[in-house]
T-cell receptor, first 113, second 116 residues
Framework: GQQLNQSPQSMFIQEGEDVSMNCTSS?????WLWYKQDPGEGPVLLIA?????ELTSNGRLTAQFGITRKDSFLNISASIPSDVGIYFC?????????????FGKGTKLSVKP | NAGVTQTPKFQVLKTGQSMTLQCAQD?????MYWYRQDPGMGLRLIYY???????DKGEVPNGYNVSRLNKREFSLRLESAAPSQTSVYFC???????????????FGDGTRLSIL
């Protein structure tokens, strides 16, 4: 079945640094979603991408839908302590999708003040 | 705006006990989902309901049953709990899929379930 591979698995950065993480698949996705999960809470949608090549920003966050439709990346600029959490990419499987999503295994971000 | 509400937030069960996890959404969404989250595994889909009256298996349905009680509510039942079902369970909902895109899913805060 379709899988999403996220990298890196974890990151330890200094406050103020920029962060980049990505998500790849061996098959095509028509939608890419990026979620953030804070400890003890459910995932919250950060950015939704619907078109190949699309570049979308949400504050200090920027995400791009890869031209091949097999990858996406998320950048965070000037990180702050509240950026700590797990970031997930997700997308609907091509076949038989009724809105359900496949999730990557997440990138755990730690920020040192 | 409550969004997606899950109850209970925490539960401890003994092996063999049964339990129903409740989920309700107030966004008038057609589709609802149940996931489990285990360390290092991300979120895996257990069951989903594309619309009221329909349910379908996801990636890891064994040991679970679901009921789409009405448009708002989607429950997950463990008939005979096993230690392997210790996990954090998330319910989610989304609006209707269009010809061009899937609507993003909105998640509850989870139910932390431990089975001894």
């Amino acid at each position: 079945g379709q899988q999403l591979n996220q990298s890196p698995q974890s990151m330890f950065i200094q406050e103020g640094e920029d962060v980049s993480m990505n998500c790849t698949s061996s098959s095509i996705f028509n939608t890419w979603l990026w979620y953030k999960q804070d400890p003890g809470e459910g995932p919250v949608l950060l950015i939704a991408l619907y078109k190949a090549g699309e570049l979308t920003s949400n504050g200090r966050l920027t995400a791009q839908f890869g031209i091949t439709r097999k990858d996406s990346f998320l950048n965070i600029s000037a990180s702050i302590p509240s950026d700590v959490g797990i970031y997930f990419c997700a997308g609907p499987p091509i076949r038989g999708s009724q809105g359900n999503l496949i999730f990557g295994k997440g990138t755990k971000l730690s920020v040192k003040p | 705006n409550a969004g997606v509400t899950q109850t209970p937030k925490f539960q401890v069960l003994k092996t063999g006990q049964s339990m129903t996890l409740q989920c309700a959404q107030d966004m008038n969404h057609n589709s609802m989902y149940w996931y489990r989250q285990d360390p290092g595994m991300g979120l895996r889909l257990i069951y989903y309901s594309a619309s009221e009256g329909t349910t379908d298996k996801g990636e890891v349905p064994n040991g679970y049953n679901v009921s789409r009680l009405n448009k708002r509510e989607f429950s997950l039942r463990l008939e005979s709990a096993a230690p392997s079902q210790t996990s954090v369970y998330f319910c989610a909902s989304s609006g209707p899929r269009t010809a061009y895109s899937n609507q993003p899913q909105h998640f509850g805060d989870g139910t932390r379930l431990s089975i001894l």
